[in-house]
């Protein structure tokens, strides 16, 4: 124990408005629930109530290292409690229920690497898992609770993480805050960041890895017993998230050659070397050991994007209509504004970081780390222009977080250029403060669905707002009244709730290579479709009527690459999805509504 | 007996500059052991003496009990929730990585960010890695494994540093720590206010996503089972009660009917029926509601043959 000052008062003040804020959003979500008017309005108030004052504390000029350390730590708890109010006790995300999977699999069966039906690969990165699941048989907490805790304390050791391994990059805590602020107020931060998936886990362990490199270097730190710990961090990052690794990885060898490069201009800063080796020793070790199907998963991911790129590049290709969704969906004025303000006031102060880092003289020990972070930073205009490929948007928001780390840095420098420390002017804490707003709420807009903010009525197709109490009703009696791990077909909200409220084991043609997409995107059923269903060995067959009503909002009913079969702009004919209701050998078993079951043992016995 | 062969033995084996562990006694005020200080007329009440035997101790000897105590609730499962969620939360997400940077930087002085960052980042990091060492044992890790196998870790952990580390009494540290640490009053209605407001945020929306149950609908099921055998059953997940009358017919014969079963909200009935001629001919099943008894609510069937297999 350590003796310690008290909280600054002046902090706890901040903390009140943030958290009078963070009650606003609360009232919001209830208000979109109930479908009430006004939840919009209510909700960008608290939003930005909540981020504004402790995101102003944390870089204003004058503020101890401690309120900024304060202030940071609040940010991030009070951000995350943003998304745990939406679906308090719950895990809706599309992600979430993927690993939730992955998480029962353990519970039930005590072994890793059980195969996943939702997410095949989420099976080879154990690692979040297997944290939940210890903090859940410790603690005693449900799996939706326990999942919650652990990305929670991933996200503040990724904001502290990156404060302190900043301060030692730039030799000081307001820009080591400023840049945690510009880094929280990312696009994928307040949502995407904070969802139960691999991912949130491990950019908290990479950016751990990045502290305790710097932090070796520094006197009287015991060398073996930080090779110790970096190999903890190491092992533990390669067995949670693939892409996190390697972009570590990959940082580590820019920073390296920047600082090998440096040295013939007199820098003596050192380079990660060793550091990327054991990354890169770990990474192939676990690639060797159980995760082998990860660079097929990725170039399925990457490929379609690049091909699109490549496309609009060559002017082969339609670009993406932005600010458009899936189903046509135009986002209001006032979002397109905010969007486009957000990203010209990145690039704006990206030219001015990058300008304060050109001249002015920095200490030599300090030049690799930020020159390299200034280069990832120079991605950010890129990122920009995926936006316009249909699956570079995709990318862009993914990498976002990675993105930012650089543009932490490089944006610190230029916030500590508007508001000099010399003194606390109000005009430019005022002109740093609507830099934050629209830069914040601007990315927020950006990098999640602006129609899943907010809690509301069931959508076609919209991931989080496509599961309601039906679709959870049918799933968990799937599991009490037909047993677990039935093969089912079914649309892509359905097969995550199979999957996890149901313990079935749904069959796509992403996991499987059966592509039952088809059997629900055909006019009627015919052999075609008899011959997946018995290729696959679906038993079950999920129809979920709601389909019909609308398009779907993320571009997809089922998965990637299913069949373009539906009349053009319209959505599914109720008809299609129908017609099970004659097929001689289903039995519907279950009629829920809107949705049906229908039990396909007869056709399977046909063989 | 065990405290004087420990301290010889240290003694013995300490580095230079290193402060060897002192008796129990030596940690008594110079006033009650100096040559001058009178015996004690009467033995201190055992309640006393077993505190100031325990306020002795070192941090690393009194976190290392608290962590025994904290592994065995969670590996028992003994006491309320809240206990055991005292209990596992430090065990999973603090305490591994407090004891794993205890012994790769001895002796490092840290700042509290620090030593959060540290603590919370490494224990995640031995959490992540446990799974993958119990998943190669015979006993997997689907129970309490891994908090015991953490909290075994810790304890071993802290056992090392103990021996390591100079002697300091915990009760002394915490005294300090909270005379530095004590908030004043304007301090405690702020933070206080802090967590009253976030804490309402949560329990509201808690609430209100309770209350959100859609626009409510009826679960209706007809599951064969072997030889002829029918489960049926209803559940009403409307916000109102309901009357429904159920007609299960084969062949285009009625096999059996229930003419009023009523649910209130969240209610379920079930019941099993059994067909004349097994499956060959397949089984229709009609739902109707009491507010429209001739249409058609639910309609369920199995195929001649189907189902059963």
Redesign the interface.
């Known amino acids: 124990l350590e003796r310690t000052e008290p909280i600054p008062a002046r902090l706890l003040t901040v903390l009140v408005a943030s958290a009078a804020g963070l009650l606003l959003v609360a009232l919001a979500d209830n208000r979109a629930r109930a479908s009430v008017a006004g939840a919009q309005p209510l909700f960008w108030a608290g939003l930005l109530a909540a981020y504004l004052p402790l995101a102003l504390l944390a870089l204003a000029p004058g503020v101890s290292r401690r309120e900024r350390v304060g202030a940071l730590v609040s940010l991030t708890v009070l951000l995350s409690l943003v998304k745990v109010l939406q679906q308090p006790g719950a895990l809706t995300f599309y992600d979430e229920l993927a690993h939730w999977r992955s998480l029962l699999d353990i519970q039930r069966t005590g072994r890793l690497f059980t195969p996943n039906p939702l997410l095949g690969i989420s099976s080879s990165y154990p690692g979040l898992e297997s944290a939940t699941a210890a903090l859940a048989a410790a603690t005693g907490l449900p799996a939706p609770a326990a999942a919650a805790t652990v990305v929670g304390a991933a996200r503040l050791v990724l904001v502290l993480a990156l404060f302190l391994f900043l301060e030692r990059v730039t030799g000081a805590a307001r820009p080591a805050a400023a840049g945690a602020v510009v880094f929280a107020s990312n696009p994928r931060f307040v949502f995407f960041d904070d969802q139960f998936a691999y991912e949130s886990m491990a950019l908290g362990l990479a950016a751990l890895v990045l502290f305790l490199e710097v932090r070796r270097s520094e006197d009287g730190v015991p060398r073996a017993g930080t090779w110790a710990l970096l190999a903890v961090c190491a092992a533990a990052l390669a067995v949670t998230h693939h892409a996190t690794s390697y972009l570590l990885l990959a940082f580590l060898v820019l920073w390296a050659l920047v600082a090998r490069v440096l040295r013939r201009f007199g820098g003596d800063g050192r380079a990660p070397t060793r550091l990327a080796v054991l990354i890169a020793v770990v990474v192939v070790l676990w690639l060797g050991v159980a995760a082998r199907p990860t660079f097929a998963y990725l170039a399925g991911g990457l490929a379609p994007a690049l091909q699109q790129v490549t496309a609009i590049v060559q002017h082969r290709g339609g670009a993406r209509h932005l600010f458009q969704a899936s189903n046509g969906q135009v986002q209001p004025r006032w979002q397109q504004a905010l969007g486009l303000g957000s990203a010209l006031l990145i690039t704006g102060a990206l030219g001015l970081g990058l300008l304060r880092l050109w001249r002015e003289r920095l200490d030599r020990r300090r030049q690799a780390p930020l020159v390299a972070l200034a280069l990832v930073a120079l991605a950010y205009p890129a990122t920009l222009a995926l936006h316009l490929a249909p699956d570079g948007a995709e990318i862009a928001n993914r990498t976002s977080e990675f993105v930012f780390v650089g543009l932490a840095a490089v944006l610190a420098l230029a916030i500590d250029r508007v508001w000099p420390p010399r003194a606390w002017e109000h005009v430019r804490g005022a002109a740093v403060a609507g830099w934050l707003s629209v830069v914040f709420s601007g990315g927020t807009l950006v990098g999640w669905p602006p129609q899943l903010l907010l809690p509301g009525p069931y959508l076609v197709g919209a991931d989080s707002r496509s599961i309601d109490a039906a679709g959870v009703a049918a799933a968990t009696w799937t599991r009490d009244r037909l047993g677990p791990d039935h093969r089912f077909g079914a649309d892509r909200t359905n097969r995550n709730l199979l999957g996890t409220y149901g313990g079935q084991y749904p069959v796509s043609d992403y996991n499987d290579g059966v592509v039952t997409a088809q059997v629900f995107l055909s006019p009627a059923f015919d052999g075609a479709d008899r011959a997946i269903l018995r290729q696959g060995g679906v038993r079950y067959l999920l129809v979920d009527r709601r389909l019909s009503t609308a398009r779907p909002l993320v571009g997809l009913y089922f998965e990637d690459g299913e069949p373009d079969t539906r009349p053009p702009g319209s959505p599914i004919p109720r008809s299609w999805l129908a017609k099970f209701d004659t097929v001689p050998e289903a039995s519907l078993v279950y009629d829920g509504g809107d949705i049906r079951i229908y039990d396909m043992e007869a056709l399977l016995r046909e063989r | 007996v065990s405290v004087r062969h420990r301290q010889s033995r240290r003694s013995r084996h300490a580095p230079v500059g290193r402060r060897p562990r002192r008796r129990a006694a030596d940690l008594q005020p110079p006033e009650a052991t100096g040559p001058a200080a009178a015996p004690p007329a009467h033995r201190p009440p055992v309640g006393t003496e077993l505190r100031r035997r325990i306020g002795e101790r070192s ?1 690393w000897e009194a976190l290392g009990a608290l962590v025994a105590v904290a592994t065995l609730i ?1 590996v028992t ?1 003994a006491g309320d ?1 809240v206990l ?2 005292l ?3 430090p ?3 603090v305490v591994p990585g407090h004891a ?2 205890a ?4 002796g ?1 002085r840290l700042g ?7 603590d ?3 224990s ?9 060492a119990l ?1 190669w044992t015979p ?9 015991l196998l ?1 909290g075994l870790f810790s304890l071993a952990g802290i056992a090392v540093v103990a021996r390591r580390e100079p002697r300091r009494p ?1 009760s002394a ?2 005294a ?2 909270r005379r ?5 009053s ?2 405690a209605v ?2 206080g ?3 009253a ?2 804490a ?3 329990a ?3 609430w ?2 309770a ?4 626009p409510g ?8 089972r072997a030889a002829g055998r029918l ?1 049926i ?1 209803l ?1 009403n ?1 409307q916000a109102r009660a309901d009357t429904y009358r159920l007609r299960l017919t084969a062949g285009g014969r009625t096999v059996r009917e229930w003419p009023a079963v009523r649910l209130r909200p969240g209610q379920q009935w079930s019941a099993a029926a059994a067909l004349p001629d097994g499956a060959a001919t ?1 089984a229709e099943l009609a ?1 109707y509601r009491a507010e429209q008894p001739a249409q058609v609510y ?12």
């Open positions: 941090g969670t499962g929730p055991r969620l209990a596992g939360l065990l999973v997400l794993l940077v012994l790769a930087w001895p490092q509290m960010a620090e030593r959060a960052l540290l919370l980042g490494l995640l990091a031995l959490a992540a890695l446990s799974g993958l998943n006993w997997g890790l689907g129970g309490v494994q891994p908090p953490l915990w540290a915490l300090g720590w530095s640490a004590a908030p004043g304007h301090h702020l933070g206010t802090a967590a407001l976030v309402t945020a949560v509201f929306s808690v209100s996503a209350q959100d149950r859609g609908f009826t679960q209706a099921w007809l599951v064969p489960d059953g559940r997940d397949g739902v639910r309609s369920l069937r199995v195929a001649p043959g189907g189902g059963a297999g």
